[in-house]
């Protein structure tokens, strides 16, 4: 699937099942450049969260890496989206959204009725236009090892 930006650069999106090791080098930089690793992420690690997730969507610039997004899933019910990001130098660009789009048409198409996130703070007015909102009574939890 392709999506063709003002500047007529087209950004191309694709599932992956498993990245070869210059698309997972690219990936752990992403992962980096989110600030979701305090520590150097481990290719292996990561490897297995691509192959094990429901999806895993990438948007390519080229042979670069843009832009990443996944969903984890019961397979049956219910489907979290996890790790949107989008390169700094391509955001405000529509790919963010698209990768949302994206995701969300190919968990419906799998006949999952449930599709949650966990916002980071700020962001719920992006994933606002997708449909989602507020889950009211409802807080984000994270087990720490004692």
Known sequence: MEFHRETDLVIRYSFIEKAEEELLKQILDLYR????WPEEPDPPLVARM??????FLTAMDGKRLVGMARAISDRANDAYL????????YRRQGIGTRLVKTLLARLQAD???WIGLIAERNSSSFYAPSGFEPMPDSTPMLFRKP
Request: aromatic share 4%.
């Open 33 to 36: 450049l989110a600030g979701w």
């Open 82 to 89: 996890q790790d949107l990001t989008v390169h700094p130098d």
């Open 111 to 113: 006949g999952l009725p």
């Open 50 to 55: 691509i192959s094990g997730s429901h999806c």
